[in-house]
């Protein structure tokens, strides 16, 4: 069972993080990794499928909320049920990223678009988070460093594409740049101590990217926990000034 925090007396005044999108793959692993690294009093972490193995953690310091991040008002209701236990949160990271499904595939043309695939792949990697963005914003506007990341890809930046393809994949990561990016700027102003940063985590051996790894070099596909770790690593080295960036997993930064 998850523990709940609602209690007021139990209240934890420490770092509490929010991990989106936690119910498998890089988001189960910086669940995992948070907890045992201590880099949290409370973490609230959600999930899509009821079956995740994210559930099956015991830690006092877990709370597991369900969320779908293409709903604004689910959106809401967690934001809302997170502020009744902390009034401040110092690290949110974002993981929640489609691909393909047993639906779709990423075009390989032009001749495969469909108005209904395209925006499925910006409802899921885009509009999504800048929601997220919008609802969090009261839980940064305090005084210490916090860190808002979201997953991104480095086939999103439209100055290294040069293979082509991927159309819905590449323009919603692409959007997605510009949306945190567009909030970096805005949270300069509203929460100052917030630094907002997209990541491209490098090729990771989960199912988003199981169809492709045949063309990936052994020492190229990185297991979630290296991911998560040099992840980490980026974001524990950045500085107010590095808000509204696009990083790669080796902390050099990516073209737009």
Known sequence: MQSSFTDESERKPGRAA????????IGLEFVRQFLQGDRADCLFATYRNPESELLS??????????????????IATIIDKIKTDTAALHSVINCVGLLHDGAMQ???SLRHLNSEQLMRYFQVNSIG??????????????GDRAILATISAKVGSIGDNQLGGWYGYRASKAALNMFMRTTAIEYR?????????????GTT??????????SVPPEKLFSCDRTVRQLLAVLDQLQESDSGEFFS????????
């Open 18 to 25: 929010l991990i989106v999108g936690a119910g498998q793959g």
């Open 106 to 108: 990423p075009e390989k």
């Open 205 to 214: 051996d989960t199912q988003l990217s199981q169809p492709f790894q045949r």
């Open 129 to 142: 988070a800048v929601l997220l963005a919008k609802h969090l914003q009261p839980l940064f506007k305090h």
């Open 249 to 256: 997993w080796d902390g050099s930064k990516l073209p737009w």
């Open 189 to 201: 102003r509203t929460c100052p101590r917030a630094i907002v940063v997209t990541l491209h985590p």
């Open 57 to 74: 953690i015991t830690d006092s310091r877990l709370r597991c909320l369900p969320l779908d991040i293409t709903e604004e008002a689910q």
